[in-house]
């Protein structure tokens, strides 16, 4: 049976540890958008586009398959850190069954329906979608995991090395000649399995894991997850739902100079974003005061601003130098969408904290 909720400050809010995370995010970060150059550049437009597809196939499943049980499971361990020995195994289980399933599902009704999910991937890349989707879910609930006990660092750490891992996989690819978009997808999947692996051996273990199954923890984090879900489901469908809707009116080609210009604009968004993970199981805790979200939300709007004027200015050259002269196309987007980072920045700070209050 869950225990009663009891709020504990046992964590204070430190300053220093969460800069060195956010430092730390941004190895992560730098590494995703050299990524991005790697890939236009060995795969062209449309490989990049396909790419991209996988990618955002992947999120879209693991977000409409966690039910929001993880961020439940944040607030409610925030609140009472004994439940934090429910906290892993409950993820074990809603990974596998949810995340794979629903993963499942996708390839076995495009088979049904005689449509490829993929296009001309392939069946391979079908069964890299079943691989990964529980492993990006059970991955998720690793760093809301460290998130919780307050170790910022380590989770940023892991972040970071799902982000630095698939870049040394690509440039390896490329130094071999084997740079194909069926073997960036494969490294992809063996980096997160990797980086899944080390994690797990950072957890800390309290028991077995079968014998700390929570169900009535599951249920209480799904009734205040679920409210999270659907603002989460809206909002990814805000971020990427624009990925299909290009791949589908323009194509591959077409959604490859879109994602160029994504990854551009997303620059933006970086820091609020980083910075909304640390806040919530802050807030939430009452490590840090909520009345302090006004002056954090303040600071890192005008910090999105001077970032964005500075990328707008040198948005044409960046471009071109970096991805070459076929993703100049990318340059109009990429200044229209840096409109919309500069007002999506905010909703890092003020979302969190109105979700930490319950």
Known sequence: MITEIRTTNSAPWDSLQVMTAIG???????????????????????????????????????????????????????????????????????????????????????????????????????????????IISLSVFQRQYFLTRHNYRLSKCIVALSQILPLAGYVSLFALGHATLINAIIMFVAAQVLCCVIAELLIERNGSWLKNISFAFARLSAVFGIQQYLSGVVEFLMARLDFFLVG?????????????????????????????????????????????????????????LVIAALLAMSSGSIIVLLFGKQFRDAVPAFRWLLLGTIAWSTIYVTWNRTSARG
Do not use: C
Not at 293 to 304: F, M
């Open 24 to 134: 730390i995010s941004y190895l992560g970060m730098a590494a995703t958008f050299l990524s991005n150059v790697v890939l236009a550049r060995v795969l062209g437009a449309e490989g990049k586009g396909s790419f991209s597809l996988f990618q955002v196939m992947v999120t879209a499943i693991v977000t409409f398959s966690a039910l929001g049980i993880g961020h439940g499971q944040m607030f409610h361990a925030a609140k009472d850190p004994r439940q934090l020995r429910h906290f892993m195994p409950n993820a074990y289980l809603i990974s596998g069954l949810l995340g794979g399933g629903m993963a499942a599902v996708w390839v076995a009704l495009a088979a049904l329906l005689n449509r490829n999910p993929l296009g001309k991937l392939g069946w391979l890349a079908g069964a890299a979608l079943v691989v990964i989707v529980p």
């Open 248 to 304: 589908l009116f323009l194509g591959r080609k077409g959604l490859g100079l879109y994602s160029v210009a994504v990854a551009m604009a997303e620059i933006t968004i970086r820091l609020p974003n980083e910075l909304g993970t640390v806040l919530f199981p802050a807030f939430a805790s009452g490590s840090l005061e909520t009345s302090r979200a006004a002056t954090i939300l303040r600071k890192l709007l005008l910090l999105s």
